[in-house]
Nanobody, 115 residues
């Protein structure tokens, strides 16, 4: 079992920045893929960014150039630096980890961007 705990959400004005963090409960295991997804009210959950343990990132087109994903493999921690936030970025952001072919999710952290 892998438990994920997110932090760093909050309320920010459009154009501002936030940094999300997600830590896995076990820092001794190697997690091949960690990432972030988001879900706005009435919408399906969508990919924001993922990063392999080899530091190969993938971004949704809507966040390219504004968001940066990074991770600290030794602590199984993944970060999402969000810059130039827009009201349409408002959503609950979920951390995800793929380990031994199973997908694990955090409980989510709310990001609200005011116009």
């Amino acid at each position: 079992q892998v438990q994920l705990v997110e932090s760093g959400g909050g309320l920010v004005e459009a154009g501002g920045s936030l940094r999300l963090s997600c830590a896995a409960s076990d820092s001794s295991i190697g997690i091949p893929l960690m990432g972030w997804y988001r879900q706005a009210p009435g919408n399906q959950r969508e990919l924001v960014a993922t990063l392999t343990s080899g530091h190969r990132p993938e971004y949704a087109d809507s966040v390219k150039g504004r968001f940066t994903i990074s991770r600290l493999n030794s602590q199984n921690t993944v970060y999402l630096q969000m810059n130039r936030l827009k009201p349409e970025d408002t959503a609950t952001y979920y951390c995800n980890a793929i380990f031994l072919s199973r997908s694990y999710w955090g409980k989510g952290t709310l990001v609200t961007v005011s116009s």
